[in-house]
């Protein structure tokens, strides 16, 4: 491989600091919600916890299910898309032959995506992103009008799906022996992550046979690939290269989407309490499906509006270098989860409330933030990200960051 100067495509001089921004405030949302995952074999079970479900614990999942829940990997998919259409851009200029170093770019995620699902964290989203993101490139000559009617049709047929199979489980009732069941399949997770290495390397493949590979596809899926979309077309046509131009626009889509967008999630965050029951849980899931994206975009809009005052822009600031680095903070989350929860480390796993877990999700982002920022001065890219941009580009970009003058 030859070297490529620090100064190559998407350079720190050609990035958008609010898409870096942005990525990084969806970087927060995610993480809470899958250190839930980490600490708990009951999160988002429909069944209760039998040393977790004091009001305070069931009040935490509720907030955390009405506010963070498939809510910010919708956001990181929109980002992803918009961001394909800088990299098209990118090679565009460079007069690169795009599409082989896309399909490098997207082997590189299956691989670190495949890693990370088996060691470490079984909710894993780079390997659906690799695999969809194969059908974004087949999109990349299309109008952006019909990308945006395309995911609209996505999300709404993906969500009467769902609730038309929540309709359907109400005429067969889970079975009266499936709290007890799952009961013991929970202890038998808690003793595999409190185990070895190995037993927890073999629950996640369990967990992500058994269950963990349809909901990320058919669940997550449909919507991931609705969110590329509409960050293609709101790419192509360089939507967040200045999103102020028309700040009406932006009040408008928080407004519109943020009323309809809570109510959702809050049927939503309702129905996945133990007490609702579990042929509520689908119904639950279809109304927040539909929703979610509103939600999702009016976060955007309202984190955009709010760059432009003076604690919304040092926050932007703040959270740029953890976006821009994004997918190495991203597995790193995964690996100091690992670490807290499991057989890693300190085996944790079922002993955490969701007060705590919540606590420790802002503390590891906390650390995360400041820790970007001093990479970043010294470095062109984060680590796994220089790694990615090697395989994508076929040459070694410059680990150092050229100084100035």
Request: include cysteine.
């Amino acid at each position: 491989m030859r070297v490529q100067p620090a100064a190559g495509a998407m350079g720190a001089s050609e990035r958008l600091a609010q898409v870096d921004a942005l990525r990084g405030f969806a970087l927060f949302g995610i993480l809470v919600v899958n250190i839930g995952v980490f600490a708990s074999p009951f999160y988002g079970a429909g069944v209760a916890d039998p040393v977790y479900s004091r009001p305070l614990d069931l009040a935490v999942r509720w907030l955390i299910a009405w506010l963070f829940e498939t809510k910010f990997y919708l956001l990181f998919s929109f980002l992803f898309g918009y961001s394909f259409t800088l990299q098209m851009a990118t090679a565009e200029r460079g007069e690169a032959a795009f599409t082989p170093q896309f399909l490098r770019r997207l082997a590189g995620l299956a691989v670190l995506g495949g890693a990370h699902a088996v060691l470490f964290y079984q909710g894993d989203i780079l390997l659906t992103y690799a695999l969809l993101g194969l059908g974004l490139l087949l999109c990349r000559r299309m109008d952006p009008g019909r990308a945006l009617r395309i995911a609209l049709w996505l999300i709404v047929l993906a969500s009467l799906v769902w609730a038309l199979l929540g309709a359907l489980a109400f005429l067969d009732p889970v079975p009266a022996d499936y709290s007890a069941q799952y009961r013991a399949d929970a202890l038998s997770a808690i003793e595999a992550y409190r185990g070895t290495i190995g037993t927890t390397i073999a629950q996640h493949v369990k967990e992500l046979l058994e269950a963990v590979w349809f909901t990320v596809l058919f669940v997550q899926g449909p919507f991931v690939f609705a969110m590329f979309l509409a960050g293609y077309a709101l790419g192509r046509r360089e939507a967040l290269v200045d999103p102020w131009r028309q700040p009406r626009a932006l009040g408008l889509l928080c407004a519109l989407g943020l009323l309809p967008g809570l109510a959702g999630s809050a049927v939503y965050a309702t129905t996945a309490l133990p007490f609702a029951g579990s042929a509520w849980e689908l119904p639950g899931l279809a109304a927040d499906l539909l929703t979610a994206p509103l939600l999702s975009m009016s976060y955007a809009a309202a984190f955009l509006l709010a760059w432009r005052t003076r604690l919304g822009g040092w926050l932007g600031a703040v959270l740029a270098p953890a976006g821009r680095m994004a997918l190495t903070n991203y597995l790193m989350q995964s690996i100091v989860c690992a670490f807290i929860f499991t057989a890693w480390g300190l085996r944790l796993f079922a002993t955490v409330s969701p007060l705590a877990a919540f606590g420790m999700a802002a503390a590891i982002f906390a650390a995360q933030l400041p820790l970007s920022a001093w990479w970043l001065r010294r470095h062109a890219y984060g680590p796994v990200e220089w790694f990615l941009r090697a395989l994508t580009i076929g040459a070694w970009p410059a680990w150092r960051r050229a100084r100035a003058g």
